[in-house]
C-alpha cells in the first residue's frame, strides 16, 4: 500500500509566505527612524499648541522659536557628546559636574589669574578631554561598569570645583561680555555665537557617525559587543574615544554656559547630566546603544527647551513642573523603546 502526498496548493503556499512576511504595522515599528519621527511630531504638536494659546503674548515672534537654540546650545553640545557614549552602550553621569568644572576653571583663570580668554579656551577643552579619556582607560582596560566610573568621576569634578573656590566667581573681563553679546542676524531675528558654535558641534556629530568609521564602529560596538569584536573592530579604542569626545563635549559645554551665564559657580550645572540623557532617550537613542540619531537629540533638546518656555509663557506654572514634565516623557519613550526593541525580537 503505497502512502500518498499531497503537494502543496498555491494557497498553502500564498499562506505560508504571508506568515512570513511582516505587516505594514510590524515594518513600522521595526523602523529606527520612529523614535525620531515621534519625538519631532511631538515637537511640532507642542509648537503649534503654544502658537495656539499664547498667539496674543508674542509666542508667534520668530525671535521665540531661536531663542530655543540661543537658551539651550549648551545642553544640546552636552547632549551631542552623551549620544555618542549612548550609542556605544555607554553611560556618562560625569556630564554636569564638568561643565560646572569648566565655569568655576574659566572664571578663575581669567578672573583671578588675568590670562586671557582666548589662551583659556584651549586649556579647559584639554582638560575636559584626558577627564573623558581617563575614564574610557578605567572602563576599558579594568572592566569596570561606566556607570561606577563615570560617577566618580561627577564627585571628582565638582569637588574639584570647591577646591578652586567655594564662592561664586563672576567674571567681568570684556572679552567675555563682547563674546557673549556676540549675534548673527538670520533676517528673522538673531542667533548667539553659542547656539551658532552648538549647530557646527551637531552637524560635525552627524557627519562623523554617519559618514566615517568611527561612526559606524560606534553604532557596531553599542549593537552587539561581542559581534564587533569578533569582526576585529577596535573596541576598546572605539569605547575610550567616545569617553574622550563626551568629555570633550561637556567642557565645550561648560564654555558655552560661561557665556551664558558670565560667571563660575560650584553649583552650576548641577543635575544636567540628567538633562543631556534624557533629551538623548527623548530624542529615539536606545540605552542599550546601537540604534539612534543625532538629529533626534536635537529634537528632544528642543523638546525640554519648549517645554520650559511654555511653563514661562503660562505663568502661573512652578518651574518644577519641567521636571515633572521631563519625567512623564522620558518614561513614556522608554517604554516606547521596550516596545519597540520587543517586537524586532519577535
Same mark, same amino acid.
Given at each position: 500500500m503505497s502512502a500518498t502526498t499531497k503537494s502543496p496548493t498555491a494557497s498553502d503556499s500564498r499562506t505560508a509566505s504571508g506568515s512570513r512576511t511582516p505587516s505594514k504595522a510590524a515594518r513600522l515599528l521595526g523602523d529606527r527612524r520612529l523614535p525620531v519621527a515621534v519625538t519631532a511630531l511631538l515637537f511640532l504638536l507642542m509648537y503649534l499648541g503654544g502658537l495656539t494659546r499664547y498667539q496674543n503674548f508674542g509666542f508667534t515672534e520668530p525671535q521665540v522659536f531661536l531663542n530655543? !537654540? $540661543?537658551?539651550?546650545?549648551?545642553? %544640546?553640545?552636552?547632549?551631542? =557628546?552623551?549620544?555618542? @557614549? #549612548?550609542?556605544?552602550?555607554?553611560?556618562?553621569?560625569?556630564?554636569?559636574?564638568?561643565?560646572?568644572?569648566?565655569?568655576?576653571?574659566?572664571?578663575?583663570?581669567?578672573?583671578?589669574?588675568?590670562?586671557?580668554?582666548?589662551?583659556?579656551?584651549?586649556?579647559?577643552?584639554?582638560?575636559?578631554?584626558?577627564?573623558?579619556?581617563?575614564?574610557?582607560?578605567?572602563?576599558?582596560?579594568?572592566?569596570?561598569?561606566? !556607570? $561606577?566610573?563615570?560617577?566618580?568621576? %561627577?564627585?571628582?569634578?565638582? =569637588?574639584?570645583?570647591? @577646591? #578652586?573656590?567655594?564662592?561664586?566667581i563672576s567674571i567681568s573681563d570684556s572679552s567675555v561680555s563682547s563674546m557673549a553679546e556676540r549675534q548673527v542676524s538670520l533676517g528673522i531675528g538673531f542667533l548667539s555665537l553659542g547656539a551658532i558654535i552648538s549647530l557646527v558641534v551637531l552637524a560635525v556629530a552627524f557627519y562623523v557617525l554617519h559618514y566615517t568609521r568611527f561612526g559606524r564602529r560606534v553604532y557596531a560596538v553599542g549593537g552587539n559587543e561581542q559581534s564587533a569584536l569578533l569582526m576585529g573592530l577596535p573596541q576598546g579604542g572605539t569605547k575610550i574615544a567616545v569617553y574622550t569626545v563626551s568629555g570633550f563635549c561637556s567642557a565645550l559645554a561648560g564654555l558655552l554656559f560661561t557665556l551664558y551665564i558670565q560667571s563660575g559657580d560650584p553649583l552650576h550645572a548641577t543635575g544636567m547630566e540628567l538633562d543631556a540623557i534624557a533629551a538623548v532617550v527623548i530624542g529615539g537613542t536606545l540605552l542599550t546603544g546601537g540604534s539612534g540619531y543625532v538629529l533626534g537629540t536635537l529634537f528632544g533638546v528642543l523638546v525640554l527647551g519648549l517645554i520650559k518656555s511654555l511653563i514661562q509663557f503660562e505663568g502661573t506654572l512652578s518651574s518644577w513642573w519641567t521636571k515633572i514634565a521631563t519625567g512623564v516623557l522620558l518614561c513614556a519613550f522608554i517604554l516606547i523603546q521596550r516596545f519597540m526593541t520587543t517586537r524586532r525580537k519577535t
Open positions: 530655543l !537654540f $540661543i537658551d539651550n546650545g549648551y545642553l %544640546l553640545v552636552a547632549a551631542v =557628546g552623551v549620544t555618542f @557614549v #549612548i550609542l556605544s552602550g555607554g553611560i556618562d553621569l560625569s556630564v554636569g559636574s564638568v561643565i560646572g568644572f569648566t565655569t568655576m576653571f574659566t572664571a578663575w583663570l581669567v578672573e583671578r589669574q588675568g590670562l586671557p580668554l582666548l589662551v583659556v579656551i584651549p586649556m579647559a577643552l584639554a582638560v575636559g578631554a584626558f577627564g573623558g579619556f581617563l575614564m574610557g582607560y578605567v572602563i576599558h582596560n579594568f572592566e569596570i561598569q561606566p !556607570f $561606577i566610573v563615570t560617577l566618580a568621576g %561627577l564627585f571628582l569634578f565638582r =569637588g574639584l570645583c570647591l @577646591v #578652586i573656590s567655594k564662592e561664586s
